[in-house]
């Protein structure tokens, strides 16, 4: 059963537009979620993570993600997208322990002037 | 990338050799990890390592081996490689499963011919 799915394997915005990457998850326990952005060529860079403290994430760049249980959902979020942003993005859920992290199938974003 | 070092970053062999892939840290991280990157998989778990010789498999481990001998340094084995495990390799390390923050290496190209 698939855990994490990320909604879109790509997004195509606008510079200066809004981007929304969106992520829904499953989980028998009261999740920690992240979500790392890969540039091309590099490793993975945490974004932001989700540990049960507010719901409203922030993180780097600008990023945040707004965890949702009745939803079921961890979308992330910016207000206005960069031509630096163009990347992968990974959601990522812990599934039954702390060593078993599963990561969905990724999210390219375009970034067009 | 840094205090994580992969290597080799690039390697081409054929079916039947062995390869060794090789992850050295220098931040004295307990949890080590290593993760193959598929397109339309996102990163999956191989083999993990919480300690010197203490080693647990991952999601994908058949067809790898992984020995860890000192803090900073965590082999992956292929002991006879296949052109299905053509992949990018990734290491991360990790201080601690409570914050379970995943820093990355820069990734090491095998390709299987």
């Known amino acids: 059963a698939q855990s994490v799915t990320q909604l879109d394997s790509h997004v195509s915005v606008s510079e200066g537009t809004p981007v929304l990457l969106r992520c829904n998850y499953s989980?028998?326990?009261?999740?920690?979620l992240f979500w790392y952005v890969q540039h091309p060529n590099k490793g993975l860079q945490l974004l932001l993570k989700y540990t049960s403290a507010a719901t409203l994430v922030k993180g780097i760049n600008g990023f945040e993600a707004e965890f949702k249980k009745s939803e079921t959902s961890f979308h992330l979020t910016k207000p206005s997208a960069h031509m630096s942003d163009a990347a992968e993005y990974f959601c990522?859920?812990?599934?039954?322990?702390?060593?078993?992290?599963?990561f969905g199938a990724g999210t390219r974003l375009t970034v067009k002037p | 990338d840094a205090g994580i070092t992969q290597s080799p970053r690039h390697k081409v062999t054929e079916t039947g050799t062995p390869v060794t892939l090789r992850c050295h840290q220098t931040?004295?991280?307990?949890?080590m990890y290593w993760y193959r990157q598929d397109p339309g998989h996102g990163l999956r778990l191989i083999h993990y390592?919480?300690?010197?010789?203490?080693?647990d498999k991952g999601e994908v481990s058949d067809g790898y081996s992984v020995s860890r001998s000192k803090t900073e340094d965590f082999l992956l084995t292929l002991e006879s490689a296949t052109s299905s495990q053509t992949s990018v390799y990734f290491c991360?390390?990790?201080?601690?499963?409570?914050?379970?923050?995943?820093?990355f290496g820069a990734g090491s190209r095998l390709t299987v011919l």
């Open positions: 390592s919480y300690g010197v010789k203490d080693t």
């Open positions: 990522v859920v812990i599934l039954y322990n702390n060593n078993d992290m599963r």
């Open positions: 931040e004295n991280h307990r949890y």
């Open positions: 991360a390390i990790s201080d601690s499963t409570g914050a379970n923050v995943l820093t």
């Open positions: 989980s028998s326990y009261s999740p920690s």
